[in-house]
């Protein structure tokens, strides 16, 4: 009942469990797989060096046109087809138990770890948020590399990688971003704010709170209290639904807010994913010092870019 290199699967899936070779269909399919070339070599060749040797060249060609390559694989066969020459031969039957059965206990294993340790198994990416249902990419996505561009890389690079495609994507797209925030982290979100906000109180009205968004052609604004601290958004049609009442029952309390101090690069995950269109700036006390729109961010971006441009056109 003993397959060792289930040992050497366990430290995959516990220890690097994103890994392509640590996933369920790699874990269960490729000591299957390997484990029935064994046996076959094992019983095809007499010779235990040749049986070995035609096991292991065997079991990788079957788990890579499978698509579960798995590194214990390869062990699985070679035990398998040693075994072949012992008094007690092991048949085919020996792929599923013991090797199919310890690898469906591994991987249930690793799922039971996985939501205890906070780490997903099986590994899957997360995609970018599309929060209008459509096709087209995140607007995050939109500029810089492609995926055709990462596809192109991956077939001129040419060889196999211990990590997944999705992942790489991922990867590069945070390696952008930190490029972005070190390139613009000396800008604080205080300089670019609108600081005359238009803001409404939560005791006021909700048909004098509509009038005056109406009067200042605007969809939405913040609410505060008495004090100036922030308490949530209103919208224009729930002060129209609610009219007959305060602003305070008809608030939306989600409002998503940043400090004077923090860099414009904490916006962009906010405002170019369509989860807001505005960001509140607040003080340490949360109270109301300003608003920074979609508009504001990108005239900033697109100043930042013309001035990268001006220093890079002198530096040539």
Excluded: K
């Amino acid at each position: 009942m003993l397959a060792t290199p289930i040992g050497a699967s366990a430290v995959l899936v516990f220890a690097v469990p994103a890994s392509p070779l640590a996933q369920p269909r790699a874990v269960i399919g490729g000591n299957v797989l390997a484990a029935l070339a064994g046996v076959a070599c094992g019983s095809a060749f007499s010779e235990p060096l040749l049986a070995a040797s035609a096991a292991v060249g065997l079991a990788i060609a079957v788990m890579a046109v499978c698509n579960c390559l798995h590194p214990p694989g390869g062990a699985m066969a070679l035990g398998a087809a040693i075994a072949a020459s012992s008094p007690n031969p092991p048949g085919y039957d020996y792929a599923l138990i013991p090797v199919g059965l310890c690898s469906v206990l591994l991987v249930l294993a690793g799922v039971l770890y996985g939501r205890v340790s906070g780490h997903a198994y099986p590994h899957r990416v997360a995609g970018a948020a599309r929060p209008h249902g459509t096709r087209d990419r995140p607007p995050a996505e939109r500029f810089g590399y492609t995926p055709a561009d990462l596809d192109g890389a991956l077939a001129r690079y040419g060889e196999l990688l211990d990590v997944g495609r999705d992942d790489l994507d991922a990867l590069f797209r945070e390696v952008e971003l930190q490029a972005h925030r070190r390139l613009h982290a000396v800008i604080a979100c205080g300089q670019i704010m609108s600081r005359d906000v238009i803001a409404l109180r939560i005791d006021e009205g909700a048909e004098t709170a509509l009038a005056r968004l109406q009067r200042h052609d605007l969809r939405t604004a913040p609410v505060i209290d008495a004090s100036g601290r922030v308490r949530g958004m209103a919208r224009r049609a729930e002060l129209l639904a609610g009219a007959h009442g305060p602003v305070g029952d008809v608030l939306d309390p989600v409002a998503h807010t940043v400090r004077p101090e923090d860099p414009v690069e904490t916006l962009l995950p906010l405002l170019s994913s369509g989860a807001a269109h505005e960001v509140l700036v607040v003080d340490q006390d949360d109270r109301l010092v300003g608003v920074i729109t979609q508009t504001d961010l990108l005239s900033m971006l697109y100043r930042a870019h013309v001035v990268e441009a001006v220093v890079s056109a002198r530096a040539a």
